[in-house]
């Protein structure tokens, strides 16, 4: 039989349980796929966890006494945070081992460092579980989809936040509420502000962008906007006009550049992307070749996220002995030749979508005129207008406008002489608008 292949587990959270315990689960399966047992050698935790029994397998307190190991071939990073988990990361590397993370704050912030020193040694770092918790996103895109050129992505990549806006929507409930219970759920990070903010879903995109269009970790290039802000006023108009509220990850190829954007988003109710609730997650792929592609699953939970974990140290069992330059690049592309470009990260301002806008106005003559001459002055054109009853008293209404494509920069111009006017009584509520596979004007 062939030598198993030993892990080094560090952190025994909620993904570190599922990992531990699905290991021992389907242990038989596992090692049929793997051609060979693999076998926890050694956990790092800074406690027992009563969800996982770690029977006679050797624990420390010290997670570098794991990464020092010498008989661990694979550490796999669980404690998340990018200080410690960092060091630890490097560390192991440094002593030859292979590394499995689940970490993107880490990569996305600190991949080059980390995939500078893995190869330097020759060793594997692995990260399928960092996006999109079990959904194979990072193997279709690095491997089943190496032929097209990626045209776009978009998806819901935070399970928390996909969480807090189906819970919000279907039963009114308030965004505290519903927070609290995801973070009992172990889907939320360490900081929830990750979550509600964007954070979490801008590093899963900086991981996104770069295997699908071969450029850099680009994370402080990201536009990112969390759903902190939106109202139940928002989701109930936005669900009358026949559209879903989600958080999105767009990453699109443009003429002028690459878009990287996560916000607040409007869906079509028709669009698959729409129907996915819960913590649920999803990606929209288009290929050249292949077209639109759909991966859908679970993208936060201990034993859900131990999948991608555990898949990984399948495939470094099987690519460890091949020599590192036929392994598949860590962000799926070798480095660009001498003089050959790739393409650049759009600025924000010059992104090109269609907007909802919700203003809360005093109910005046002219007051309707006025906001139409300034979208008109900042060459924004209307698709269509609601006005009806704000819960703010009989003399306020809402005025909610659906536009055309416009430039963001004309939109945040109009917003500004917009909230300028004395009839509108609030910031506006912008929302951008998506309809993913249309064609765009
Ligand atoms: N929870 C989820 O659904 C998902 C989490 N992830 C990522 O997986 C990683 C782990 O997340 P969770 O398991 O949810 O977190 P967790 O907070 O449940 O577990 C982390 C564990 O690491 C331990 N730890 C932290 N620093 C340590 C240190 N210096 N020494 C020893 N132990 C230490 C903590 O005590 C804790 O038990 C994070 O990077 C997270 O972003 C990725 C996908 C899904
Ligand atoms: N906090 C994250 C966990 C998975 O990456 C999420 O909610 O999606
Ligand atoms: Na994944």
């Given at each position: 039989m062939h030598k198993p292949l030993k892990v080094g587990l560090c952190g025994l959270g909620t993904v570190g349980s599922g990992t531990f315990n699905v290991l021992k689960r389907n242990a038989r399966e596992i090692e049929r796929r793997a051609g060979r047992p693999i076998v926890v050698e050694h956990v790092g935790a800074r406690r027992n966890n009563p969800a996982c029994d770690t029977g006679d397998v050797r624990v420390s307190r010290d997670i570098f006494d794991v990464a020092r190991d010498p008989e661990v071939d694979v550490v796999v990073e669980l404690i998340g945070g990018n200080t410690v988990a960092r060091e630890l990361v490097l560390e192991a590397i440094a002593h030859g081992k292979h590394v499995v993370t689940a970490n993107k704050a880490l990569l996305a912030e600190q991949g080059d460092e980390i995939f500078r020193a893995a190869a330097e040694k020759g060793v594997i770092v692995a990260y399928e579980a960092a996006v999109a918790g079990g959904i194979p996103i990072i193997k279709a895109l690095r491997e089943?989809?190496?032929a097209n050129r990626i045209e776009w992505l978009g998806g819901i990549i935070n399970g928390t936040g996909n969480f807090i806006l189906t819970h919000m929507r279907d039963e009114g409930r308030s965004f505290e509420d519903v927070l609290a219970e995801a973070q009992a759920l172990g889907y939320?990070?360490?900081?929830?502000t990750f979550d509600v903010e964007g954070i979490d879903a801008a590093h899963k995109l900086t991981l996104l962008a770069s295997a699908a269009f071969g450029i850099p970790l680009q994370f402080e290039r990201v536009y990112t906007e969390g759903i902190s802000r939106l109202t139940q006023e928002d989701i109930t108009q936005a669900g009358r006009m026949g559209y879903v509220i989600k958080h999105l990850g767009i990453a699109r190829q443009t003429d002028k550049g690459i878009e990287l954007r996560v916000h607040p988003t409007l869906v079509?109710?028709?669009?698959?992307?729409?129907?996915?609730?819960?913590?649920l997650n999803a990606v929209e792929v288009m290929g050249d070749a292949v077209g639109p592609t759909l991966y859908y699953g679970a993208g936060a939970g201990g034993e859900e996220t131990a999948s991608a974990v555990i898949a990984d140290l399948i495939d470094v069992s099987r690519d460890m002995?091949?020599?590192?330059?036929?392994?598949?690049?860590y962000l799926g592309f070798n480095a660009p030749a001498d003089g050959e470009s790739v393409p650049v990260v759009l600025p924000m301002d010059e992104v090109v979508c269609s907007y909802y806008l919700r203003l809360v106005v005093e109910d005046r003559p002219g007051v309707l005129a006025a906001i139409t001459a300034i979208l008109a002055e900042n060459a924004i054109s209307i698709e269509s207008m609601l006005q009806c009853d704000c819960s703010e008293g009989a003399n306020r209404v809402n005025i909610i406008l659906l536009t055309h494509e416009a430039s963001e920069a004309h939109m945040n111009a109009a917003i500004e002489r917009l909230e300028a006017l004395d009839d509108v009584v609030h910031p506006a509520n912008r929302i951008r608008v998506e309809h993913f596979g249309q064609a765009r004007h």
């Open positions: 089943g989809l190496s939320a990070e360490a900081d929830p079509p109710a028709s669009q698959l992307l729409a129907s996915v609730s819960g913590a002995a091949m020599p590192a330059e036929y392994r598949t690049p």
